[in-house]
Nanobody, 125 residues
Framework: QVQLVESGGGLVQPGGSLRLSCAAS????????IGWFRQAPGKEREGVSC?????SYADSVKGRFTISRDNAKNTVYLQMNGLKAQDTAVYYC?????????????????????WGQGTQVTVSS
């Protein structure tokens, strides 16, 4: 059974950092593109970052967020630094079998098949 489980969310002050984890079971992460997405209240889900053989980032997080993967742990991470109030959202990870992160559509939610349940990130003083 394919499963993705996010963790690491929480409440952090502006300028702070969090590291999100996306642990996979039922399949091997390195055979998939893994994306991080977020959805704020009243807004559409948006792509944040993608990793496979390459990585990609939304303009809004470039230079602040870093995606990485530990194949031994079958886990993908999203290190988030310099957090801002507008980063507040539920963060999801997702997996796509036949997708390259070099593809211009790699940050579109519709390209992904498997989804986790999400973890809340709140940036507030």
């Amino acid at each position: 059974q394919v499963q993705l489980v996010e963790s690491g969310g929480g409440l952090v002050q502006p300028g702070g950092s969090l590291r999100l984890s996306c642990a996979a079971s039922g399949f091997t992460l390195d055979g998939y593109a893994i994306g991080w997405f977020r959805q704020a209240p009243g807004k559409e889900r948006e792509g944040v970052s993608c990793i496979r053989s390459t990585t990609s980032y939304a303009d809004s997080v470039k230079g602040r967020f870093t995606i990485s993967r530990d194949n031994a742990k079958n886990t993908v991470y999203l290190q988030m630094n310099g957090l801002k109030a507008q980063d507040t959202a539920v963060y999801y990870c997702a997996a796509a079998r036949w997708l390259s992160c070099a593809n211009a559509r790699s940050l579109l939610p519709a390209m992904y098949t498997y989804w986790g349940q999400g973890t809340q990130v709140t940036v507030s003083s």
